[in-house]
């Protein structure tokens, strides 16, 4: 059974058929919520909120892109509106003390993994979504695009700059990196 | 070396970043069913209760606004007198309040969105949260809006009052986290706001979109 026929029969109101379209669609959600939240619970939550958001609006969803497509557009509009609120709220309550942490961290050199992770958490929301979801969850501009509203190029150039700025925070690591 | 040897490297190094566990299926589907149970009337979802926050809080708000008004007319009244004297109080305070109630519901949705962010960030903290003074200083802050919310007597939701006297109980055990046990309290307080689903009524109740940007606003 395909998506469109599980979506009807959801529309008709079978809950079996609720329950297999989450199912087919949920691993990719969470995953992509946990890539850009880092954290179990807030990766649930955005979850949850995607799931319950896309049942209430499925039947706006007018079959122009795949449902999968849809789908992530809603999910990482819960994520993005989460996290922009999670980050206001933390730079308000920023203090001397938070900064005494991060140079106490900047200290202790890490590994490239876990210094290449701060890396990636340090770029602009923007920038860091469309590089998590394209170099770490592979998705492509196309979907990128749809996902998050705007033009392929717009994904594309998002993309060049995270890398940039990747290279330039890793620059230090770079004779490590030499084959 | 080259950039696109750099991406390659950097894009494989990257696959590591906040690798996902397993996906709690089962949990995420009771508390989406929950959600879903608790958002509408039979079960119509989150959306409706969404779109009906802003009537609600302008409702909610209209004992507030309303006093605020008072306090406004006053001050106005007040300058008024001194200049003329012979006119009567100002109609201000009689007339009904339009764009000054928008502003108050507003304002409760602002209250709401804090809330909701404060609890987030708690959360999200851990056990640090529990010798963070700022956790239980933005707490006392909500607090005192919370309970002027709860006060109104226009609130007349039975599940608004609900949620905002859970909001109530769990900024008070914030405010009152001490630095020697905090630890220990924090944990209660978490299993306490997962037990109630606060965070997931608190999102319910914020309408879609409401001082938020659009998910490429950064873009």
């Known amino acids: 059974m395909d998506d469109r026929e599980l979506i009807a029969r959801v529309l008709a ?4 058929a609720e329950r297999a379209l989450y199912d087919r669609h949920v691993d990719r959600v969470y995953r992509l919520a946990y890539r850009l939240a880092g954290d179990p619970d807030l990766a649930m939550d955005f979850t949850q909120d995607t799931f319950i958001r896309a049942f209430d609006r499925l039947a706006s969803y007018r079959g122009d892109a795949a449902f999968s497509t849809w789908l992530t557009a809603v999910a990482t509009s819960v994520a993005l509106n989460g996290l922009r609120k999670l980050k206001r709220f933390r730079e308000r309550e920023t203090d001397l003390e938070q900064g005494d942490k991060v140079a106490s961290k900047r200290s202790s050199e890490p590994d490239l993994k876990e210094r290449l992770s701060r890396e990636i958490d340090r770029l602009p929301l923007g920038y860091r979504t469309v590089f998590v979801m394209h170099d770490v969850e592979g998705y492509t501009h196309e979907e990128i695009g749809t996902a998050l509203g705007v033009e392929t190029g717009t994904s594309k ?3 060049s700059r995270a890398r940039a700025k990747l290279r330039e925070a890793l620059a230090d690591f770079a004779g490590e990196w030499k084959p | 070396m080259i950039d696109d040897e750099w991406d390659q490297r950097l894009s494989k190094a990257a696959r590591g970043y ?7 299926r089962e949990e995420i589907w009771a508390r989406v069913q929950a959600g879903r149970r608790k958002g509408g009337k039979a079960g119509r979802g989150i959306l409706s209760f969404r779109q009906s926050a802003i009537p609600r809080f302008q409702v909610l708000a209209w004992a507030a606004g309303v006093a605020a008004l008072l306090v406004i007319g006053i001050g106005i009244g007040r300058l008024t007198v001194k200049s ?4 009567p109080a100002p109609e201000i305070v009689t007339r009904p309040p339009t ?11 602002q209250h709401l969105s804090r809330a909701e962010a404060l609890l987030t960030g708690f959360r999200a903290e851990g056990k640090a949260a529990g010798s963070d003074a700022n956790f239980s200083a933005s707490a006392r802050d909500l607090l005192s809006n919370t309970r002027l919310l709860l006060d109104s007597p226009e609130l007349t939701d039975p599940q608004m009052r609900g949620l905002l006297e859970d909001l109530e109980l769990v900024l008070v055990q914030i ?6 046990d905090g630890h220990g309290e924090v944990d209660l307080i978490t299993d306490g706001l997962k037990q109630r689903g606060l965070l997931p009524r608190l999102r319910s109740a914020i309408p879609a979109g409401s001082a938020v940007p659009s998910a490429q606003g950064e873009i």
């Not at chain 2, 906040?18 to 709690?24: D, K, Y």
């Not at chain 2, 003329?84 to 006119?87: D, E, F, H, L, T």
């Not at chain 2, 405010?175 to 020697?180: I, K």
Request: hydrophobic share 40%.
């Open chain 1, 13 to 16: 109101g079978e809950a079996s």
């Open chain 2, 99 to 109: 764009r000054q109630t928008a502003a108050m519901a507003v304002a409760a949705i």
């Open chain 2, 18 to 24: 906040h690798q996902p566990p397993e996906t709690p």
């Open chain 2, 175 to 180: 405010t009152q986290l001490s630095a020697e």
């Open chain 1, 157 to 159: 150039a998002q993309l």
């Open chain 2, 84 to 87: 003329q004297p012979m006119n």
